[in-house]
């Protein structure tokens, strides 16, 4: 992910939450700045949570489900960007830099596939 301001990721993230099928609203914050807080709430009483830190670029995306993390994507350290997948969301499989259209599409096809069941 390119480094960006807080404001600009924030712009992003709810330009991309206004496009999506899934998000119903979300809250938003930003402290200092520097850091961005954003929950999205989404159909079926999921809801992401988005952190992103434009001092050190650390960003992360959680998808939540009864108070669970059940799919996500960071780059913490010392691993790098990596994703929890739905399988096992303890598990952290290496990947490349995941955006939030990317992630979000992710689960828009995750909810396509188990409305197909």
Same mark, same amino acid.
């Given at each position: 992910?390119?480094?960006i301001d807080a404001s600009s990721f924030l712009k992003e993230i709810i330009h991309i939450c206004?496009? *999506?099928g899934i998000v119903i609203t979300y809250e938003s914050d930003i402290e200092d700045d520097l850091i961005v807080k954003v929950r999205v709430y /989404?159909? =079926?009483?999921?809801f992401i949570d988005v952190f992103y830190n434009a001092g050190n670029r650390k960003? *992360?995306?959680?998808?939540? =489900?009864? =108070?669970k993390r059940i799919y996500?994507?960071?780059?913490? /350290? #010392?691993?790098g960007w990596h994703i929890h #997948?739905?399988?096992d969301p303890q598990t952290h499989i290496p990947s490349g830099t995941v955006t939030f259209e990317e992630f979000i599409k992710t689960i828009?096809? *995750?909810? =396509?596939s188990r409305l197909m069941l």
């Open positions: 992910m390119v480094h206004n496009k *999506s /989404l159909i =079926k009483d999921d960003t *992360s995306f959680a998808l939540i =489900k009864n =108070k996500g994507a960071d780059n913490a /350290l #010392p691993i #997948p739905f399988e828009e096809e *995750s909810q =396509k």
